[in-house]
């Protein structure tokens, strides 16, 4: 029976003094009540706290396979852990089954009450909804409504929710603004000294998020009650629930299908030159783009992504933002804000990731199998450091299908005495020629967001070919980024593809300071060596443990032997033991970075990365935010029009440089 009574012990989140406890649960499923007792002992009395289910969330954490909210309708929570993630499931699904069943009952049984009705018509204040009334309606209509309209139900059950629930909101809201006082005022009131104080990091957190917290329900109830003037002015006849989707405002503007009410007749900004023409004129014909390497130049592009002034002053729109999302919403289609952009195109990161290009060459130099193996994970775990910008999480330029980023590195060659992969050799023959790692991107699909990057050191006879599509989805405090997709490395002096797969992105703290870890299983194999490694991102629990944590494990299939472990973390230092007992270290972040070799923009093709997004960059360097957004909606407007002109003509569109496999 679903709908059954269960109990246990389970820990709870108390507070930052004490902790997590142990307590008695009940699940009250008659009375829709989950009941908390200090131990099953004390069952027969009163319980020690109780929260209603109906209305409730339920959401496991993303932070860990244990833990699991209740969120009730009056804002109570409950933080619980399991003692597994079994456990956790068994307590989830029938939480949720009650509160769906409760949910679906108050629904039903609660008919507007007239006396409230009849109080806002009466004695609206000046900032009720009510008293905002066009002067020729007649008050009796405010409470009448339900009378005269009670033929259609589901109009009656609209009706219910307006104004009646939008005071109990504001009413709750004016308690939980004086708990959130009396909370800082509990918080800046500790004394300076050795032990808990103001400045305790969880406690900075607490104050943090608790504003966030009521600003972002502010920013709720400032939407619902712009909606309701907007319905009281309006006509009173079948009337929609639209402060279900609010509307973004126009700053947010930047992206997705939303943009499709701008018109193209405007024009760019003033002062500005944007190099957008119109669809005909600048359809891509699928040709390939003519490089000159000798256009290349030392990359000067050196943006750091450390400032959060923008973040910090557009607080409020962040709130905006994610008010109007759900848990485990796809975020491929939702707009989010110019101004918490990197300035570089997402498939520039990707060639951000080759940053360590004499490591990348130095896999094929490998003697056996095995030492191949070791290499390419060795390559592959320190490529991340550098493909990030800084710890701050900031999002790069979605790629506007077609987009190319075309770029390349010099690796000096090393002496055929030294093939060590991690160390640098000083002294290199400066009479040879280097080795060339070339590298092309492309965007080739724009719905699902599919792009393609390739590799290749033409001398060393290996090449890389990858395709990833990027899926982000909201998880309450984090956003998480699948890297669906799969890459392929071919090393055709000894006829090996070693195939491997990308981990997930989280942004965490999306609140506060956002931050960036990796997290998920990645597996690599070699099908006719019979090498494979098995290398684990862990995030960080929700209670304690350590960051950005990286563990990995190279083993012979057919024997299962173990050749290599790796332990440390993947923006930190790495440390490979080998069977021998033998134990290498590597610091990430001393590692020599090589520059990669970019032409000027202005020889560049017009779709190319750079040159493509280059006004967004110039205004974010600026701290233009509305420039930017305003030069980033005109190309999406582009590729918007060029998508359903496309559409219209019946025209298949073409890639330049990476064809699906059917």
């Not at 002034?309 to 709130?319: D, M, N, P, Q």
């Not at 990731?353 to 490998?366: E, K, N, R, Y």
């Not at 032409?599 to 960059?617: A, F, N, Y």
Request: proline content about 6%; some cysteine.
């Amino acid at each position: 029976d679903h709908m059954e009574n269960i109990d246990g012990y389970l820990m709870k989140y108390t507070n930052l003094v004490t902790g997590w406890q142990y307590r008695f649960f009940v699940l009250n499923n008659e009375a829709g009540l989950l009941e908390y007792f200090v131990n099953e002992q004390s069952r027969p009395q009163k319980p020690r706290g109780m929260l209603p289910l109906a209305g409730a969330v339920i959401s496991p954490s993303d932070e860990d396979s244990h833990t699991f909210t209740v969120n009730a309708i009056s804002g109570e929570q409950y933080k619980l852990r399991a003692t597994d993630a079994k456990e956790r499931q068994h307590w989830v699904s029938r939480l949720q089954i009650c509160t769906q069943h409760h949910t679906e009952a108050m629904g039903k049984s609660n008919p507007p009450p007239k006396s409230r009705s009849y109080s806002m018509a009466s004695q609206g204040s000046g900032s009720s909804p009510m008293s905002l009334r066009r002067p020729s309606q007649n008050p009796n209509t405010v409470f009448s409504w339900s009378q005269v309209n009670k033929g259609s139900s589901l109009y009656s059950s609209k009706r219910s929710l307006l104004p009646d629930h939008l005071l109990d909101a504001r009413e709750m809201m004016s308690q939980a603004q004086g708990q959130h006082r009396d909370l800082i005022q509990s918080i800046e009131g500790l004394p300076a000294a050795p032990g808990l104080s103001p400045l305790d990091q969880d406690l900075l957190m607490l104050k943090a998020t608790s504003m966030a917290t009521m600003n972002c329900l502010n920013e709720c109830l400032h939407i619902l009650h712009l909606q309701q003037v907007a319905r009281q002015r309006g006509s009173l006849g079948g009337p929609t629930i639209e402060w279900l989707e609010p509307k973004l405002p126009d700053i947010l503007k930047n992206g997705s299908s939303s943009l499709g009410s701008f018109t193209t007749g405007e024009g760019p900004l003033e002062g500005s030159r944007l190099e957008l023409s119109s669809p005909e004129s600048c359809s891509f014909s699928g040709e390939q783009e003519d490089i000159d390497a000798e256009d290349e130049a030392e990359d000067c592009f050196t943006d750091k992504e450390e400032d959060l002034g923008a973040v910090e002053e557009e607080r409020s729109v962040i709130l905006h933002l994610l008010s109007q999302l759900k848990l485990g919403m796809d975020l491929t289609r939702v707009v989010l804000p110019t101004f918490i952009l990197e300035k570089r195109s997402l498939l520039e990161m990707y060639a951000d990731f080759m940053s360590h290009p004499d490591l990348f060459v130095a896999i094929t130099d490998g003697s056996s199998p095995e030492d191949r193996m070791v290499r390419f994970v060795e390559y592959y775990l320190t490529s991340f450091h550098e493909g990030r910008k800084g710890a701050i999480a900031k999002k790069p330029y979605n790629p506007i299908i077609g987009e190319t980023f075309h770029c390349s590195w010099k690796v000096p060659k090393r002496p055929e005495a030294s093939k060590e992969p991690s160390q640098g050799s000083p002294d290199l023959a400066a009479s040879q020629d280097p080795y060339q790692v070339r590298f092309v991107a492309e965007q080739v699909s724009h719905h699902p967001p599919v792009s393609g990057f390739y590799a290749e050191c033409q001398e060393r006879r290996m090449c890389v070919n990858t395709h990833v599509w990027t899926k982000s989805k909201f998880m309450g405090m984090s956003i998480g980024v699948s890297m669906i997709g799969e890459g392929c490395l071919s090393l055709l002096e000894h006829d090996e593809e070693y195939t491997f797969t990308l981990p997930c992105a989280y942004a965490r703290s999306i609140l506060t300071v956002p931050w960036v870890e990796l997290g998920g299983k990645v597996n690599i194999s070699c099908a006719k060596s019979g090498y494979s490694a098995i290398i684990t991102f862990q995030t960080k629990p929700f209670y304690g443990g350590k960051l950005h944590k990286v563990t990995a494990e190279v083993k012979h299939n057919t024997t299962n032997a173990v050749a290599c472990r790796v332990q440390g973390e993947w923006n930190g230092v790495l440390e490979f033991s080998y069977t021998s007992g033998e134990t290498r270290v590597v610091d990430v972040t001393k590692l020599p970075v090589t520059k990669k070799s970019v032409r000027p923009i202005e020889k560049q093709g017009p779709t190319e990365s750079r040159r493509l997004w280059q006004h967004v960059t110039e205004s974010l360097r600026e701290k233009d935010i509305e420039k930017a957004t305003e030069h980033k909606r005109l190309l999406e407007e582009r590729q918007r029009t060029e998508e359903r002109h496309r559409a219209e003509t019946e025209t298949a569109w073409r890639t330049r440089y990476f064809d699906r496999e059917v």
